[in-house]
């Protein structure tokens, strides 16, 4: 308390120490817990030792008696690596859910969207770019890192990791090649804009494209459980889900949460518990949309033109809300309380 009223940051050593720290926390809770036994890990088992000795000691590496151990390492250790030191628990208390399971929701989002080939190719950037400029694309990843556990954690049921990294690539593979074409303009703009920045800043082509669309591809798992719960395809799911988001300007809405910066730990609850609940409404009319004219591609026209009065007088409510200078806490938090009441209607 006296360091933050002093503005005075902890020192490198000392951020060292809490990371070291917060991995043998989560060594242990990890050790204590099932998930070093899931089938899925034996590649974190496996990517331990040498490639050489890996491919040679397979079957002896499979039966290692610190097997679960070396597990827990990896994992523990690639958590709070990518994390940060409060990664975990910033997590617990969002959700409620044992650090165990903080991990094995971070393992789908990593493998499910491939995270450690783009972690290299960034890390192969070193006096490429500018230390400020790689940093910044790592906090991109890092985002989607935070998001997509809380998403995994909310909303990815008790299923097995290899099961729900499957279901992830799986809709990822339908999704990614089509999301651009359905964006609205607002977001395409945006993440045309993103590219440029990048690929001018030095990232390569291909690489400042996948940075720019990471915050398209938090609303993956979205879709897919959209579409799992109105019983429709992939892409007519996305379709309804992107429509809904460009009639009540959640885009918008969703790019000023993200520039703010909560006073205190709780403001940062608070905060995220807002953009759940958004979230979770966009779903809701997303999918009552689809229910109401599954077959018709406006969809959530219809809806909103059933909807009438109360329909169009959120929507004015959501849009004064964007408009009408920064958007703070408390003004995100009446956005997802009418997000929800019409939703619920």
């Known amino acids: 308390a006296e360091r933050r009223a002093r503005g005075e940051p902890l020192t490198r050593a000392e951020i060292g120490v809490l990371l070291a720290y917060s991995k043998l926390v989560l060594f242990s809770d990890l050790v204590e817990s099932g998930v070093p036994d899931e089938p899925h890990f034996e590649a974190d088992l496996l990517g331990y030792f040498p490639d050489r000795m890996a491919g040679k000691y397979e079957a002896e590496i499979r039966g290692h008696r610190l097997r679960r151990e070396i597990i827990a390492t990896e994992l523990a250790n690639d958590a ?20 165990a399971d903080v991990v094995a929701a971070y393992a789908v989002v990593r493998d499910g969207f491939d995270l450690p080939a783009l972690y290299s190719e960034v890390d192969a950037l070193d006096n490429r770019v500018t230390g400020a400029m790689q940093i910044a694309f790592y906090q991109r990843i890092r985002r989607l890192v935070l998001a997509g556990t809380g998403w995994q954690l909310k909303n990815g049921g008790g299923a097995p990791v290899a099961q729900r990294v499957a279901a992830l690539r799986a809709a990822r593979k339908v999704l990614e090649p089509a999301l651009p074409e359905l964006m609205p303009a607002f977001m395409q703009e945006r993440t045309s804009e993103r590219t440029a920045s990048f690929t001018a800043a030095g990232a390569p082509p291909d690489l400042a494209q996948r940075l720019a669309t990471l915050g398209i591809a938090e609303i993956v798992p979205d879709i897919a459980m959209l579409a799992e719960q109105a019983g429709a395809g992939l892409e007519k799911s996305a379709a309804a889900f992107l429509a809904v ?49 599954p077959d018709r591609g406006d969809s959530v026209a219809i809806w909103l033109d059933a909807g009438g009065n109360r329909a169009n007088r959120t929507r004015e409510r959501l849009q004064a809300l964007t408009e009408g200078g920064e958007i703070s806490v408390a003004k995100l938090t009446v956005a997802a309380g009418l997000m929800a009441d019409l939703a619920g209607q």
């Open 80 to 99: 709070v690596n990518r994390g940060g030191s409060t990664f975990v628990s910033r997590l617990q208390d969002l959700t409620g859910c044992a650090p």
């Open 245 to 293: 988001t460009e009639a009540f300007r959640i885009g918008r809405i969703e790019e000023a949460a993200r520039s703010i910066q909560p006073t205190d730990y709780y403001e940062g609850l608070a905060l995220a518990r807002a953009t759940d609940m958004i979230g979770a409404a966009r779903r809701g009319i997303a999918a009552a949309a689809l229910g109401t004219a």
